[in-house]
């Protein structure tokens, strides 16, 4: 819970406030391809939490103090597009890493927040994640049916498939955060392309692989997910990883602005507390 710094003599008013967090950068992209090799699958955008639980394992973070009429910098990172790494998100002095692309040949998986997912060809290793924000990559699979290793998420690794095995790997779950007052999975992991049958996306946000060209989704927006792959024979399309968000809670008596603009936010309160959703932009915000 929210805590109030005080000062331990009667009659002072409190020195500062500190607020809670979610910080989920953006998810990474799938590449295009234009064989029977399938691409792997983005890797969740990496989480740091102060509530319910954060990425990789971790342990909770710890609540960031603040004062009034003091500027602390927000950025929602935007999901990667195709073969590329998802951006990072930030709120003060907290950064929350973008996930990593899924692997083409010759190009491995992207480490990231969460690993992307390994490619077939060789079969590719997954991408690495980053210590308390996600989980790596599956590996891809040089099988008879090119499953695609899944993404990374921010509560689970990506799924390896079994040698031979007909199925692209399953995207890593995220984790359930409920700093709005209700549980909300962020940062699931890419489902892989296969030829036969694809992966599922992880639970927050990670879209789902597909057998067929160009019917992969990606990731959704403001989930941080990572985005499927596309699976079959032929020119396949890259898919794009979803944007990521900050989440701000904080005692109901103060106000916040948007000094200079820059930022898509929205305020709602549950209880004693505001929580401010920032779905868009870089900027500051401000407390009065």
């Known amino acids: 819970m929210l805590n109030t710094i005080t000062a331990q003599l009667t009659g002072l008013a409190p020195l500062a406030q500190v607020i809670d967090y979610l910080v989920v950068a953006g998810g990474g992209g799938a590449p295009g391809a234009n064989s029977t090799n399938n691409p792997g699958p983005g890797g969740a955008g990496g989480l740091r939490s102060t509530i319910s639980a954060t990425g990789g394992g971790g342990s909770l973070e710890s609540a960031v103090a603040f004062t009034t009429s003091t500027n602390y910098t927000v950025t929602v990172g935007a999901g990667g597009t195709g073969a590329a790494n998802g951006s990072d998100s930030v709120f003060s002095t907290i950064t929350s890493t973008g996930g990593g692309k899924g692997g083409f040949f010759p190009l ?45 998420g921010a509560g689970a690794v990506g799924q390896t498939p079994a040698n031979n095995n007909s199925n692209g790997g399953n995207g890593g779950d995220g984790v359930a955060v409920s700093i709005t007052g209700s549980s909300v999975y962020y940062a699931g992991g890419g489902g892989g392309g296969a030829i036969a049958n694809a992966g599922t996306g992880g639970l927050g946000g990670g879209g789902n692989g597909s057998t067929t060209l160009n019917t992969a989704a990606n990731g959704s927006a403001n989930t941080g997910g990572g985005s499927g792959s596309n699976g079959g024979s032929g020119d396949k ?52």
């Open 237 to 288: 399309a890259a898919t794009n990883g979803g944007s990521g968000i900050v989440i701000l809670k904080y005692p109901n008596t103060f106000t916040i602005s948007n000094p200079g603009g820059g930022l898509t936010l929205s305020t709602s309160t549950d209880g004693g507390y505001k929580i401010t959703s920032v779905t868009a932009g870089t900027g500051n915000v401000s407390w009065a």
């Open 108 to 152: 491995e998986a992207s480490s990231g927040g969460s690993g992307g997912g390994g490619q077939t060809f060789g079969n590719g290793a997954g991408g690495a994640g980053t210590a308390n924000q996600g989980f790596a990559g599956g590996q891809g699979k040089e099988s008879n049916n090119y499953p695609a290793g899944g993404g990374g």
